[in-house]
């Protein structure tokens, strides 16, 4: 049985594993994993790691679930759907940090994605701009119950995902220090339209799952204000920590949309 060749894996090596939780940073995917074990009392182990791609095989009790890295970006995300499709996943929820935009959100605060504003190019491979990057509902309800278990404060709403950290969220801490006229006032733009938050994966992961026929959801933790907020270590910690709690808590929902 031959491996998909980006992230070397095969139906096979998944176990029966339907659901994938999505961190872009590999080094999450085995604090992912870990967590699982931890709360479940199952244990895990590594599948393979290639490139940014990192996989995790943890389980439940009631199911197998995979932890796959996607690195940064909407680009090697594709490349992680499109090939964990391949190999039978039919779920799969993006884990990762994000920068606030709305003034009312707090670090520390998940969101939980329920559609995202297409500011990436990879997801126009899969599908035209018209197409909406729309969260599976069943995902949202079963993150929104997470959240709820875990006890972490959330927000549901639109998230603008952009290819690029610098001058896709209007920051003014990159090299040049120069903003193209098309993103100048995008912040405020986005904030006035009630956009809740800037990442980098969200409109890949929901476009191509929409429009694969396949369940997609994103969650994330709030480590900073988007478009002009350093990352710090202790606002990261707790934000990370959220966003996988609350992901890992949704198992629990998730796992009864698969069986």
């Known amino acids: 049985m031959a491996n998909v060749y980006h992230l070397d894996l095969n139906r096979k090596m998944l176990q029966g594993a339907k659901i994938a939780l999505l961190p872009g940073d590999p080094a999450r995917s085995e604090k992912i994993a870990k967590y699982i074990s ?8 590594r599948l393979a790691s290639k490139r940014e791609f990192f996989t995790h095989l943890a389980d439940t009790g009631k199911a197998k679930v995979l932890i796959t890295s996607t690195g940064i970006g909407g680009s090697s995300t594709s490349i992680a759907v499109d090939e964990l499709a391949q190999v039978g996943v039919t779920t ?3 884990v990762g940090t994000t920068g606030a935009i709305q003034d009312y959100i707090n670090i520390g605060d998940c969101i939980i994605t329920a559609g995202a504003v297409r500011l990436d190019g990879a997801s126009t491979h899969y599908a035209p701009i018209e197409y ?5 509902y069943k995902v949202v309800n079963a993150l929104i119950e997470g959240a709820k278990k875990s006890r972490v404060r959330f927000h549901v709403g639109v998230t603008a995902s952009s290819d690029t950290f610098y001058p896709g969220e209007e920051r003014k801490d990159s090299f040049r220090k120069y903003t193209l006229r098309r993103f100048r006032g995008a912040t405020l733009e986005w904030k006035m339209l009630n956009v809740l938050n800037y990442e980098m994966e969200s409109s890949t992961i929901l476009t191509l799952t929409a429009s694969m026929g396949l ?3 994103c969650v994330t ?10 990352i710090t270590k202790g606002p990261l910690v707790k934000g990370e920590g959220a966003a996988i709690k609350t992901a890992v ?3 629990e929902w998730l796992v009864q949309t698969t069986l």
């Open 249 to 251: 808590a949704a198992l």
């Open 132 to 136: 909406p990057a729309v969260a599976h």
């Open 215 to 217: 369940k997609g959801g």
């Open 221 to 230: 933790g709030v480590v900073n204000r988007g478009g002009v907020g350093k």
């Open 92 to 94: 799969f929820i993006r």
């Open 38 to 45: 931890t709360v479940y009392g199952k244990g895990f182990k």
